[in-house]
């Protein structure tokens, strides 16, 4: 049983920095993938930034510049660090993990971004 622990999200005036973890436990062997993904309210869940094995991290157009993941392999643990926040990432931040082809997900870190 693969099971994803997030923590680090909150509130913050625009401008400022979070940082949100995800450690994964129940993993054999390596993780395919591993990112975050975000969901606004009444919208479907999107992109942030994923690392995916052989591929490299990509991420989504509104972030780029302003996030950065971070994958550690041995550990399996992934790091977000969001820098110049503005109020329109104010969304419920989700962990994700692709390991042996089943997704699995964290259960979700609000997290504010106050104007």
């Known amino acids: 049983q693969v099971d994803l622990v997030e923590s680090g999200g909150g509130l913050v005036q625009a401008g400022g920095s979070l940082r949100l973890s995800c450690a994964a436990s129940g993993i054999i062997g390596s993780i395919t993938a591993m990112g975050w993904y975000r969901q606004f309210s009444g919208k479907q869940r999107e992109l942030v930034a994923r690392f995916t094995s052989g591929l490299g991290t990509n991420y989504a157009g509104s972030v780029e510049g302003r996030f950065t993941l971070s994958y550690n392999n041995a550990e399996n643990t992934a790091f977000l660090q969001m820098n110049s926040l503005q109020p329109e990432d104010t969304a419920v931040y989700y962990c994700?993990?692709?390991?042996?082809?089943?997704?699995?997900w964290g259960q979700g870190t609000q997290v504010t971004v106050s104007p």
């Open positions: 994700y993990v692709l390991h042996q082809w089943r997704d699995y």
